[in-house]
Each structure stands twice: as C-alpha cells, then as structure tokens.
C-alpha cells in the first residue's frame, strides 16, 4: 500500500469537473499539498495508508470557494452605514471615514477578520482590491490561504499613494516581491472608470501585457457611473475600456449590471471574465446582472461577494444561492443558472478568472488539495436527494466543518488552526470603538 499525508472519506464527492458529477462514497487522497487520487472508497482502503485518516459519512467534499471580488479590510467598515445609494454611500460615509482610518493597521486587521470569516465559510482563495495591499498579502500569507492581491490604482491621493504614478510603481514592487510565491498571486487592480483617468489605464494595460496579470475593475456597476462616463467621455464605460485595449481575457468586469446587447456580445467576443456580486448589487440597488445572457453568450461568469460594508458579509454559500434564485428571477425562468451551474460559478470560474484553473478551482489530480467538508446531516439539509442541489439551496456557511488549503487542515471541526480568533475579536471590539467614537454622524444615519 502507497503512504500518503492525509486521505478523507466521504459520503459524497463534487469535484465540479466534470459539471454535475456527484460521487457516492468516495475518497480524496492528499499527498504534498496536492490530490494525489480521487476513487471509490472501498478501492482507497485497499491502496493507500496514512497516518492522517478522516472518515466523513455525512458530509460532502468540494472544491474550495474562490471569492472573485473582495474589500477584505473592509470588513471593519461592516454595518457602518447602510440601506443608502451607492454613491451616497461611497462619498458621504464610506470615503470620509477611509481617510480617517486606513493606514497599514487597519488593513492587516481587517484583511485577518475577513479570512477567519472566510474560512469558517469555504472559501480558500480570494481576490482583493484596497489600500495597502503588502498588508493584505501578509495576512493571506500567514493564515495560509490563497490569494489574489490587487494592485490598487485611483487618480487621488490617499494614504497608500499620492498620485498613479506611485500607485503603480508601488504595486509593480510588490509584484515583483511575490512572483514566485505559490500562495499569492497579484492583479492589477483600477478602481473604476469614474476614479482612474486614461493615462494611468493605458500603463497598467501596458504592464498587465508585459508581466502577463489580469486586471481587476468595477465595470457598469449603477446607471450613474455610465450617464457620468456619457458626460465626461462621450461614451459608455465598456466603450472607454474598449478604446483603450483593456477588454481581453485579462480583464475582471466586476459587477456589469446596466448593459445594452451588443455589449454582452463584446464581452463574450473580447474574453473578459464578469464577476458577479448579486448580493451587494441587492443591498444598493445597483443593478442586475444579466447572467443567463452571458452564460449563453459564453461569457465566463464567477462569485465575489464585495466588501463586507456593502454586503455585509463574506458568505460564499450564502452567494451561491443568491445568484442562482437571482440569475432565474431575472432571464424569468426557473432552469437559469441551475446549482451545479452556481456551484462552478463559485469555485472554478472564479479560479478561470484569476488565471488559477490549473491550480485550484476543482478536485481533479494534480490540483491543489484546496477542499471544503461540509456537513449535509443536519436537520436543515436533510433529506439529501440530490447533493449539489442541497448545498446551493438548503446549506448554511455554518456547516462547513473542515478546511484544507494546499493540503494544509486550516479549519478543522469549525476551529481555526492559522489564526488566533479571540484575538481577532478583540482587536476588532477595538477598532470599532474608535470608530465609532468619532464617526457619531455615520454611525447614526439610518
């Protein structure tokens, strides 16, 4: 028999690849951080041992989630202000207290609160877009999970960056510190069209060409920003882009909810990945994603569930469903974006998008052991008659019992082994004082 690191038994098995396969009693078997095999159980037993066995009869294994989109910092902004427009939001209470609180401290306690919340919800990579990303990534980096850091570029000043040129110069070094890190990658990462001019645009296309990263944008997010870019441009956002060069396969559309059909056709014929947030498109009635559209156009769709100040949380599970009840209310059929669809919208798509389908994104051999346990015997999600179908429906984040990230077991029965989480809590409880101390006037808009 073969000794290998860990091998999980399992109820069920999704690997996502093939679409909608769901294996009964079957076994995943990790060696080095990467699947090693995936076959029936009975065949494991027989062919290898290891010191590290778990049996899980009532639980399904998948891939680990990919959050295409996020502000993880920003989850120390969670509940700040909420159920106002989008750009009320952004100029009047999200912006103003950023100034007053975003420096490097914040970023790695906020970022370190985002992963604990990720973890206990399945989800092993993210892609993040804020300030101060050197932070973020040595958070990622010392938890464990995966992650795609943002190059964050915007025409002002803030306290990352004066101005773009240092904004990308900035960004290129921390490209350059991370390149041959397994665990993180980077993309760059403008803000929108209405926060970075042309200038700045043309050399991250340029740069994004050269070191061959994607590039991760807010895109068509309300009707503002495109009767803003009509008045300002003379043209639609996606246009400007296009102009530009930036539509490609490199690009990340983040959120694309006001769109015309020969713009759905673009995307499909440019390759541009969309990243759907349907929840934060929700709580400010941004817009909605025409999925179903895209999906036959042959637009590669993935999840992001935004920052947690606009969500207002990070629950991947919880996005799933969201898309796939959204994605069938909006095309007004109920065979739209079915849950094995939704399920690969949250696990390989995102890792499509984000250039890491080779590494991560389903559970075949000779990807990374990024895998999720998820407990479907509870009172909640039983009976199991059809086990994709119950996890988009009818399972809660809260089932998630294990997590393993590169092979390494970063939740393990519910507790994190990466990160000290009375800690996090006690230094967010601080946080949120101080916050809320001299942010009186956002703290009560209601």
């Known amino acids: 028999m073969q000794s290998t690191a860990t091998i999980i038994h399992a109820r069920w098995i999704v690997p996502v690849e093939p679409d909608g396969a769901a294996l009964e009693n079957h076994s995943l078997v990790i060696h080095e951080g990467l699947i090693l095999d995936l076959l029936p159980t009975r065949d494991a037993q027989q062919k290898y041992t290891s010191q590290h066995v778990l049996t899980l009869n009532e639980h399904a294994l998948i891939p680990g989630l990919i959050n295409a989109h996020t502000h993880a910092a920003m989850t120390l902004f969670r509940g700040l202000a909420d159920d106002l427009p989008l750009m009320v939001w952004l100029n009047e209470h999200i912006w103003p207290a950023e100034s007053t609180w975003v420096n490097n401290e914040f970023v790695f306690d906020g970022t370190q609160l985002a992963i604990a919340e990720m973890l206990r919800g399945g989800t092993t990579c993210f892609s993040d877009m804020y300030f101060f990303p050197d932070e973020a990534a040595r958070a990622a980096t010392l938890s464990g999970i995966r992650a795609a850091i943002g190059l964050i570029m915007i025409d002002f000043p803030t306290a990352w960056a004066a101005n773009p040129d240092e904004y990308l110069n900035k960004g290129l070094a921390l490209q350059d510190r991370y390149r041959n890190n397994p665990m993180i990658s980077t993309v760059f990462a403008p803000h929108a069209p209405y926060t970075v001019s042309d200038e700045p645009l043309r050399k991250i296309q340029t740069y994004a060409e050269e070191i061959d990263i994607p590039i991760h944008i807010h895109l068509h997010e309300t009707d503002d920003e495109i009767k803003g870019s009509l008045e300002h441009y003379q043209q639609r956002p996606m246009k400007r882009l296009d102009k530009l060069g930036l539509l490609s396969s490199r690009l990340l559309a983040v959120h694309m909810t006001h769109l015309e059909e020969h713009e759905i056709q673009r995307a499909a014929d440019t390759g541009i990945h969309v990243i759907h947030c349907p929840e934060s498109n929700l709580k400010l009635a941004s817009g909605f994603c025409p999925v179903d559209k895209f999906l036959q156009a042959g ?41 094995a669809t939704a399920l690969r ?71 994190l082994t990466t990160i000290d989480e009375q800690n996090v809590l006690e230094k967010t409880r601080q946080w949120r004082d101080k916050i809320a101390a001299s942010d009186e006037k956002i703290i009560n808009v209601r």
């Not at 969500?311 to 079915?338: T, Y």
């Not at 995102?350 to 407990?375: E, M, Q, W, Y």
């Not at 479907?376 to 998630?400: D, F, K």
């Open 345 to 415: 919208m949250a696990t390989l798509n995102g890792a499509r998008a984000l250039g890491l389908d080779n590494v991560t994104g389903s559970l075949v051999k000779g990807k990374a052991a990024d895998v999720v346990a998820i407990h479907l015997g509870e009172i909640e999600s039983e009976p199991v008659y059809h086990p994709i179908s119950q996890l988009v429906y009818a399972t809660s984040r809260h089932q998630v019992s294990d997590v393993w990230v590169a092979g390494r077991h970063l939740l393990k029965e519910r507790r």
């Open 299 to 339: 637009v590669n769709v993935a999840l992001g569930t935004d920052g947690a100040a606009s969500n207002n949380d990070l629950d991947m599970m919880g996005e799933m469903r969201s898309a796939a009840l959204l994605g069938k209310a909006v095309a007004n059929d109920a065979s739209a974006i079915p849950a």
